[in-house]
């Protein structure tokens, strides 16, 4: 059975930083693209980060360039998102993905973790 477990999420302050991990089981992706996105309440799903099969490509929402950074371990079979800077917006459910098809909306991911959440207090 192919799962992808989310963890590291917790309750900081803003200005904090987290690192969530997203772990792979049953399968390998290592030759696929990974993604995180993230839903806030009452909100639809948003993409968040990219990064290719190698990590020599990543890809980043306006609202976290140059705050978040992803990462990956294909030993492990699993990708990693530093979020630094944390603001209260980026409060949400963050879930990790598989990218099977091209473009960065969620049609374009499969394999979806159960999600991890991380709160921002201000």
């Known amino acids: 059975q192919v799962q992808l477990v989310e963890s590291g999420g917790g309750l900081v302050q803003a200005g904090g930083s987290l690192r969530l991990s997203c772990a792979a089981s049953g399968r390998t992706f290592s030759t696929y693209a990974k993604g995180w996105f993230r839903q806030a309440p009452g909100k639809e799903r948003e993409f968040v980060a990219d990064i290719s099969w190698n990590g020599g490509i990543t890809y980043y929402a306006d609202s976290v360039k140059g705050r978040f950074t992803i990462s990956r371990d294909n030993a492990k079979n699993t990708v990693y998102l530093q979020m630094n800077s944390l603001k209260p917006e980026d409060t949400a459910v963050y879930y990790c993905?598989?990218?099977?098809?091209?473009?960065?909306?969620?049609?374009?991911?499969?394999?979806w973790g159960q999600g991890t959440q991380v709160t921002v207090s201000s």
């Open positions: 993905a598989v990218r099977t098809a091209l473009g960065y909306g969620p049609r374009s991911y499969e394999y």
